[in-house]
C-alpha cells in the first residue's frame, strides 16, 4: 500500500522501567561516526580485453528522507509509485573512465545532474556503456561513448523498471527496454467504500507458503500491481523506439544467442495473496524479435502449489534458459518424482531441449539422480551439469557431451567442505557473444577459479587447471600467503593473463592485471587510498579454538591500537556470529576467512568498538552440527552455548578478553542467535540483536535450512524459539529493528512481542524501532543513531557495568 509520509522520528523504549522517550536522533563518538560516513572507494568495471576501466563512485548513505520517499509494498515488490521503480536502489553519483595501457583518466560528460545511476552493461564491441537514471518522476536511459567520452539520453518514453531494468543489448547500435504505457497520474484511486470484504478460501488443495512480506492483501492492491507492472517492449536503434507486441507484465525477456528470438515470462492473473510476484501464474513464450508468437512453451501455475521441505519443488516445467553454445535452442528441467525428493526413483530430474524453429519435439538430454540446479554450456562436446541436495548439503558436477548424450560424473562434494572446492570453469565469449565454458589444452582440461580458496591456513584463492580425464586439479597459481590476493577475470586464458584484486592488513585492495607466463611484474590499474586511516595500527588475528565436544572453532579477534596486554590487562569484548548447520563436523571445524583481508567497515560491521577500547571477535564460528544420528537443530541450543563458553575461555586464557565483561550481538539469524543465548545461559553482560525472528511458529513451514514443518515437530519449534523463554532473560538485551523489514520471516512484530514478554517479566530491554528501514538499513541518520544506541548500551552494560 501507498506509505503515508510522517515526521521522521524514533519511538525508542528507556532504558528504564518507565515508559517511552520521543527523542531526536543522536551521534555516536566521533570515531564511530567518521568510520561510517567514509566515502568508499569506487567500484570497478573492466572490459574483457583490459583496455578500459570504468570507476563508478557511491554515496555511502542515503538520508531518511529520502527512504521517506513515496512507497508501495505489493507482490513482494517496493515501488516508488511516482517513477515506476524499485523505492530503494543504492545509485551511482559519478563516473570516471580510464585507459588501462596509458594510465589516462577521463571525466565523462553529459551525466545528468544530480547523478543516480544504475543496471550498467558494456555494449557488445565494448565501445559504448549504457546505464538508467533514476529521475524523482521517471527513470531514463543514458549511453556513454567510449571514444568520446560522453554520455547521451537515448530513450522517448519512461522506462519501467518496476520488475527488474530489463534492458539488453541486440547488438552494438540496437537497445530492448521497457516503458510505462499510463502516468503515474492514472494510476488507480482507492475507493472510501470498498466493494465488499476481502475473502480467500482453499478447497482442499495443499499450499504451504513462506511468511513472505509485502503481499497482495485486497483487489486494490492486485489493480495497483497490474498497472504499475505492465510495461510495453520497445527496441531502441539509433534513438528511434519501436514497439513490440503488445503491452504485458513482463517477469523476464531473454535473447537467443543469435539475437533472432526472444524467450519471454509473462504474469498472468489470477495474482496470489501467498506468494510473491515471482510465483504468479505465468506464461513461457518463444517470439521473433517483432513480438510474433513462435511457441508458447508453458503455460505455469502460481508457485502456491510448491510442496515444502527442502529439495521438493512443483511438479511443473522450471528453468527455462537457453543453451549459450548454440544459435537458439531453449532447455528446461522437469521432475520425475512429482517434485517430491523422499519418492525412491533412481533420477529425480530430466532435462529437455528444442532447437529453432521450435515446431519438432523435445528431446530429453539427459537425467539427475539429485534435483538440477543448471548447466555450464561450453562446446558441442563439454557441458557441465550441477545437481544437489540442500538435506544432504551434497554437490555433484558432471561432464555432458551435447554430441553423444553422455553424462560422465567429474566430482561430488559436500556444499559445506570448503577445503574440496575446485572453484568455477573460466568462462569466455563465443562467436555469440555468450559467456561458455572454455576448455584449454586442446580440450582437456579446464581452468578453475576458486576466488575464496579455502585452506587450513585461511582463504588462499587459486586458478588451477582440471584435468577431465583424471579429474584433479593442478594449481597453476595461489595467493601468497601474507596476504589475500583473487583473480577477478582471466583476461585471456590461453596467454594466461589475469586480473587480480590485492589486499593485505596493511594494503588497501587494488586491482592488478598479472601475466602467469611471462611472469612479468604485475601492472597496477588501480591505486586507491586508505579511506579508514583510524584504523592504522589496530591488530587483526585468525584465531583458533575448541568446544567442549572437540569441533576446532576460528574467529576475526581485533584488538585497538596500541593495545599492550601487560599494560592494560583484560578488555571489554564485542562477540558478533551468524549460527551455521553442519551435518559434517569435520566440515565445521575448517578455517574459514582470512586474517590478511584489509580492514573494511559496512553499517552492520562490530568492529566500529575497537576504536572504544573493547576487544571484538567477528565471525565467531558458530556451527550447529548433526549429532549422534539427530539431525542439527536438535541440539540447538545446546550447541550455542558451548559455542560461546569456548570463545569465551579462549579470550581469556589469551589474557585479552575479561570473561565478566563479554557482550553478545548479531543481526537477522544472529539475532535469533543473541536471544537465545541470553535465554540459556549467564555467560554475557549484555546482548544486541538486530532484525531477527523470536518465534518460530510464526515461519511454521521452516526457516533457515530447517524443513520440518511445525506440525512435524511443535516441541522443535518451542525449544528453540527465545519467545518461548522470555522470562527467562535477564540479561540486559538492545532490540533493534527496521519498521518497514521485508525479509522473510523477521517481521518486526517479532522484536515487538519479544520487547513486551522480557518487559513483562521484568527483564531489562530497550526496544528502537527505525523509521523506513528495511531488513538492511540504509538511513543516514538511522544508522548514526542504531550506533550511538549500541555504544551507549555496550558502555553502560559492559565496559562500564558492575
Avoid at 548513505?61 to 516508488?80: D, F, H, Q, T
Avoid at 581452468?447 to 587459486?462: E, H, I, Q, T
Avoid at 588451477?464 to 583473487?486: H, M, P, V
Avoid at 548433526?626 to 563458553?645: H, I, S, Y
Wanted: aromatic residues 10%.
Amino acid at each position: 500500500m501507498k506509505r503515508i509520509l510522517l515526521p521522521v522520528l524514533l519511538l525508542l523504549i528507556a532504558f528504564e522501567i518507565k515508559a517511552q522517550d520521543a527523542i531526536s536522533y543522536q551521534t555516536p563518538p566521533k570515531e564511530i561516526a567518521d568510520l561510517l560516513l567514509a566515502k568508499p572507494t569506487p567500484t570497478v568495471s573492466i572490459s574483457s580485453k583490459a583496455e578500459w576501466i570504468l570507476l563508478a563512485d557511491h554515496t555511502s548513505y542515503p538520508s531518511v528522507a529520502e527512504l521517506a520517499m513515496p512507497e508501495m509494498r505489493i507482490a513482494g515488490l517496493r515501488i516508488n509509485p511516482e517513477n515506476f521503480a524499485p523505492s530503494r536502489q543504492n545509485f551511482i553519483n559519478n563516473f570516471t573512465l580510464k585507459n588501462i595501457k596509458s594510465g589516462q583518466s577521463f571525466t565523462v560528460t553529459g551525466l545528468p545532474q544530480p547523478l543516480r545511476a544504475g543496471n550498467m552493461s558494456w555494449s557488445p564491441n565494448e565501445k559504448r556503456i549504457l546505464f538508467t537514471q533514476t529521475n524523482p518522476k521517471g527513470v531514463d536511459l543514458y549511453v556513454i561513448d567510449i571514444a568520446t567520452k560522453k554520455a547521451i539520453k537515448v530513450n522517448k518514453g519512461q522506462l519501467n523498471v518496476v520488475l527488474g531494468s530489463g534492458i539488453a543489448w541486440v547488438d552494438d547500435q540496437e537497445i530492448l527496454y521497457h516503458t510505462i504505457i499510463k502516468t503515474a497520474k492514472m494510476a488507480p484511486q482507492k475507493s472510501l467504500m470498498p466493494k465488499g470484504p476481502t475473502i480467500q478460501q482453499n478447497l482442499g488443495k495443499t499450499a504451504p507458503s513462506a511468511t513472505f512480506e509485502d503481499l497482495i492483501k485486497s483487489p486494490y492492491d492486485e489493480q495497483l500491481f497490474e498497472f504499475y507492472a505492465t510495461s510495453q517492449l520497445v527496441e531502441n536503434k539509433g534513438g528511434v523506439e519501436t514497439k513490440i507486441g503488445k503491452p504485458a507484465i513482463y517477469d523476464n525477456v531473454s535473447l537467443s544467442p543469435d539475437k533472432k528470438y526472444m524467450m519471454l515470462r509473462t504474469i498472468r492473473k489470477p495474482f496470489s495473496y501467498l506468494v510473491t510476484a515471482g510465483g504468479f501464474p505465468s506464461t513461457v513464450t518463444i517470439t521473433d524479435l517483432k513480438g510474433k508468437v513462435v511457441k508458447v512453451l508453458a503455460e505455469l501455475p502460481s508457485a502456491e502449489g510448491r510442496p515444502s521441505g527442502n529439495d521438493n519443488t512443483q511438479n511443473i516445467d522450471r528453468d527455462f534458459n537457453w543453451r549459450g553454445d548454440e544459435a537458439a535452442t531453449v532447455t528446461w528441467c522437469h521432475p520425475l518424482d512429482s517434485g517430491l525428493i523422499k519418492k525412491k526413483v533412481e533420477f529425480h530430474d530430466a532435462v529437455y531441449a528444442l532447437n529453432a524453429p521450435f515446431n519438432g519435439e523435445a528431446k530429453q538430454l539427459f537425467k539427475t539422480n539429485m534435483r538440477y540446479r543448471g548447466t555450464q554450456w561450453g562446446t558441442n562436446t563439454l557441458a557441465l551439469v550441477t545437481e544437489a541436495s540442500r538435506a544432504r548439503q551434497t554437490e555433484k558436477v558432471s561432464r555432458y557431451n551435447p554430441s553423444t548424450g553422455s553424462l560422465e560424473k567429474l566430482y561430488e562434494r559436500n556444499e559445506t567442505d570448503a577445503y574440496t572446492n575446485p572453484g568455477a570453469a573460466v568462462t569466455a565469449k563465443n562467436k555469440f557473444g555468450r559467456m561458455v565454458i572454455y576448455p584449454v589444452d586442446n580440450g582437456t582440461k579446464l581452468l578453475m577459479n576458486n576466488a575464496v580458496g579455502s585452506s587450513p591456513k585461511g582463504d588462499l584463492p587459486f586458478l588451477a587447471k582440471f584435468d577431465l580425464s583424471t579429474k584433479q586439479n593442478e594449481i597453476l597459481w595461489r595467493c601468497s600467503e601474507g596476504y589475500y590476493e583473487n583473480v577477478v577475470d582471466v583476461i585471456d586464458p590461453d596467454k594466461l593473463v589475469l586480473l587480480t584484486r590485492k589486499e593485505s592488513q596493511t594494503e588497501v585492495p587494488n586491482y592488478y592485471i598479472k601475466n602467469l607466463i611471462l611472469k612479468m611484474a604485475d601492472v597496477p590499474v588501480t591505486d586507491f587510498k586508505n579511506p579508514y586511516p583510524q584504523l592504522v595500527g589496530v591488530s587483526k588475528q585468525k584465531i583458533s579454538y575448541k568446544r567442549a565436544d572437540g569441533v576446532d572453532l576460528t574467529g576475526d579477534l581485533y584488538l585497538p591500537k596500541g593495545y599492550n596486554k601487560a599494560k592494560d590487562g583484560p578488555l571489554p569484548v564485542l562477540i558478533w556470529a551468524y549460527p551455521r548447520e553442519f551435518n559434517s563436523a569435520a566440515d565445521a571445524a575448517q578455517i574459514r576467512g582470512s586474517q590478511n583481508r584489509f580492514i573494511t567497515i559496512s553499517w552492520a560491521s562490530p568492529i566500529f568498538w575497537v576504536t572504544q577500547g573493547y576487544a571484538i571477535l567477528d565471525n565467531a564460528e558458530m556451527p550447529i552440527v548433526a549429532k549422534d544420528g539427530k539431525r542439527p537443530n536438535d541440539t540447538f541450543v545446546e550447541q550455542l552455548k558451548m559455542n560461546a563458553e569456548a570463545a569465551i575461555n579462549k579470550l581469556a586464557d589469551m589474557g585479552v578478553g575479561d570473561r565478566n565483561r563479554v557482550a553478545v550481538g548479531g543481526h537477522s539469524y544472529g539475532a535469533f542467535m543473541t536471544a537465545n543465548l541470553l535465554a540459556h545461559t549467564n555467560l554475557f553482560k549484555a546482548g544486541i540483536a538486530r532484525s531477527g525472528a523470536y518465534n518460530r511458529t510464526l515461519t511454521p513451514f521452516g526457516f533457515q535450512n530447517e524443513d520440518r514443518t511445525y506440525w512435524d515437530d511443535p516441541k522443535l519449534y518451542y525449544d528453540m524459539s527465545p519467545f518461548s523463554f522470555a522470562d527467562k532473560i535477564k540479561t540486559p538485551i538492545l532490540l533493534i529493528h527496521g519498521d518497514a523489514d521485508d525479509n522473510s520471516g523477521t517481521f518486526p512484530i517479532n522484536s515487538e512481542r519479544l520487547f513486551a514478554a522480557i518487559k513483562g517479566y521484568g527483564g531489562t530491554v530497550r526496544f528502537v524501532f527505525l523509521p523506513y528501514e528495511a531488513h538492511s538499513y540504509r538511513g543516514k541518520e538511522n544508522l548514526l543513531h542504531m550506533l550511538w544506541e549500541m555504544n551507549q548500551w555496550l558502555d553502560k552494560y559492559v565496559k562500564n557495568g558492575k
